[in-house]
């Protein structure tokens, strides 16, 4: 079954703008321009950028959808393919974000406009507690890209998080897995795009 519609969520303080959100939809416009391609910019509140998953979603046929996740994005990614049964690719996905982001309540800057401001409010916590799932139902359905050298993420804890997963574990790299161009075919043939 090939994917028609495939979804790309970036990371904490991050943007349609990042680097790998752009070259996933330069990749995706130029070797399959039939696909529909949707990466929102998502709000600072988990259960709002949730609702807005589901609302963008929802007429998606969900045996034809994928899912694209960096960090917090990732996190986002495995909700939103354990409530489809979507295939999902998660890039150094974050693993407790209520516990990594409790540190960040109060006024934050967008990564990609220092300019942009946007508060991160002490219920956000409790909002991704709730999001929290157990062992994903279909790991088959799932390829993670996770680098030994993330400076802001432990390697270790984002393989423990998904046993059984088909992984690719990058010896150095980094967070933003800045060498993605070379990972971009294989991300896009485990999507099995249109």
Known sequence: MTTTHLLYLHGFRSSPRSFKAQRMAESVRQR???VHWWCPQLPPSPRAAMDLL???TRDWPRERMAVVGSSLGGFYATCV???TGCRAVLLNPAVDPARDLAKYIGEQ???HDPQEHFYFAPEYVGELRALERGPVAHPER???IIAKGDEVLHWREMTGRYPGVHTRLLEGSD???SEFDEHIDAVLAFLKLA
């Open 175 to 177: 967070h933003a897995i």
């Open 32 to 34: 399959h321009p039939s």
């Open 109 to 111: 800057t967008a990564w």
């Open 142 to 144: 799932y390829f993670a």
């Open 81 to 83: 393919a354990e409530d």
């Open 54 to 56: 589901r609302d963008g």
